[in-house]
């Protein structure tokens, strides 16, 4: 034998080792710790944990791995079809079917983004904000003679669902079948005596996923589910479990993604009051940096797993085809050699290229969503309940911070204003006839300019 | 100064045309950008220089 023994190999490659489990309550309690001396030991190490992978923490390393995907694949492919990698998520779920786009690489994944983008640009998105402002205001009408609301319940669980399911083509009044599964099956442990209400509530929202998809391509009706109804991968119709995996990720990424950046958000605002007058009094010029600046201090989906797909040496780095890595956007958005002060909120931050949205090839396909339904909730608050405050004894955040950097409830209290227009009720249904009338969910290459509300 | 975009690093994120709306169109189908021709506009280089700063993919470049 003239080759070194494997382990030597192992050993040599994995010198820079770190004991890393983000889906312990331990990792969130010591993120800034954890992140401190990854970044500074070692931003590219060998972790034991999840059966051994490795994790990108430095922000040039996790740079340079994201946008390689000819070296890293998002592949799942539980059917063992092609090479049995694992896809986007460390361990890998026990579930029969991929994940949508997220899960897949190029070119099928490309003609997917190409469908779906036309519904998710920024010049579409900006025809869905007269609605939203209803579904702002609506919401806030609940809520607003009581003074006392909470943000993740009363407002960023309904907004960005209403939304989504406008965008997909699902009536609107259809969102509380769906938040509830979605946002709680981030946060419940597969262990909580919880667990079963959830599983039949994924059941009853997986039914109308299914008949909504049936539905639209008996009786077509614009949205994002129709382009998929109707597509055509490498000349071939996907089959109907594949099109639900690409519902099932368009309404992972659209709901509770944009809820933990609001909720974060809006709760260090309130125990920052000085700086929440600022926003407010400048937002014209603060709003948009504000908005980065929460992306990158609260990263609600805080990285992304990958497959090596050959050997190579990556950010000086070797690794071998079929090893798994961690990319953690949440911890290169921390690292000092780009973010000065990373662990302190600076609104006007400048040259703020944080990764919240992912990089490369997968960049998340709703970040023009996300930013603006995050900015009219926000504003909305800050104009009708200007001196809020939360009440830390009944803020919770999720338990762990693995999948989603989020918070199940936010209670606040407030002067008590006036209502403003109609109430929840009232006015999804007067924004449904909106959405089918001006054909709101139609891509943007079909039809342009805002919708007309109220 | 001029900027350039290159088309195959950008990925949409948009952040150029949030900070410098005068130098960066996006495309209305998928929201990649293009630069302007021609020169940037003296008031407008810091600008242009935070653009750059700004972008995940790092995809734009000063062309002298």
Known sequence: ?454 | MKVHVDPERCQGHTLCSMIAPALFTLSDEDGHSTAIDGEVPADQESKADEAIRSCPEQAISVIP
């Not at chain 1, 003239?2 to 331990?26: I, L, M």
């Not at chain 1, 922000?59 to 063992?80: K, T």
């Open chain 1, 1 to 454: 034998m003239t080759t070194q023994p494997v382990a030597d190999d192992d050993a040599e490659r994995k010198k820079n080792r770190y004991h890393f489990d983000r889906h312990t309550p331990d990792y969130r309690e010591k993120f800034t710790d954890v992140t401190a001396q990854m970044l500074d030991k070692c931003p590219i190490a060998w972790s034991d944990t999840y059966g051994g992978h490795w994790v990108a923490a430095g922000h040039s390393e996790v740079f340079e791995l994201a946008r390689s995907a000819g070296h890293l694949s998002n592949d799942h492919d539980p059917q063992h079809e092609r090479r049995g990698y694992k896809g986007i998520s460390i361990p890998s779920p026990d579930v029969a079917f991929r994940g949508g786009f997220l899960e897949m690489d190029p070119p099928e994944q490309r003609h997917y983004r190409q469908l779906l983008n036309p519904y998710l640009s920024p010049a579409a998105v900006a025809r869905w904000t007269p609605l939203v402002d209803e579904i702002v205001r609506a919401s806030l009408n609940e809520k607003i003679e009581t003074g006392r609301i909470d943000f993740v319940d009363d407002l960023a669980n309904i907004v960005p669902a209403v939304l989504t399911l406008g965008m997909l083509g699902i009536p609107l009044k259809n969102w509380d079948i769906y938040v509830e599964p979605i946002h709680a099956s981030v946060y419940t442990s597969p262990n909580s005596p919880d667990i079963a209400r959830i599983q039949t509530s994924r059941l009853a929202m997986r039914d109308d996923m299914a008949a909504q998809l049936a539905e639209i391509r008996a009786n077509p009706r614009p949205g994002l589910i129709d382009a998929l109804a109707r597509a055509e991968i490498n000349g071939s119709v996907p089959p109907d479990f594949e099109l639900l995996g690409i519902i099932a990720l368009l309404m992972g990424g659209g709901f509770d993604t944009t809820t933990a950046l609001t909720a974060r958000s809006l709760e260090w605002l309130s125990e920052h009051p000085a700086r929440r007058e600022q926003l407010s009094a400048q937002r014209g010029a603060l709003l948009d940096s504000a908005t980065e600046e929460f992306l990158r201090y609260f990263t609600p989906a805080p990285g992304d797993g990958r497959t090596i797909s050959a050997d190579c040496v990556l950010a000086g780095q070797e690794f071998k085809e079929g090893e798994r890595v961690w990319l953690s956007w949440a911890m290169s958005n921390r690292d000092p050699a780009v973010f000065p002060n990373p662990n302190e909120v600076d609104l006007a931050r400048t040259g703020n290229r944080h990764h919240s949205f992912g990089l490369g090839i997968h960049r998340c396909i709703g970040s023009n969503v996300a930013r603006m339904v995050f900015k009219r909730m926000v504003t909305a608050v800050l104009d009708r309940m200007p001196d809020y405050v939360c009440d830390p004894a009944g803020a919770e955040h999720y338990q762990t911070i693995g999948i989603i950097q989020g918070m199940k409830h936010l209670p606040a209290t407030f002067t008590p204003g006036p209502r403003i227009g109609d109430g929840l009720d009232e006015t999804i249904a007067r924004m449904q006839v909106l959405v089918d009338e001006e054909e709101l969910a139609a891509p943007v290459t079909a039809r342009k300019g805002p919708a007309v509300a109220g």
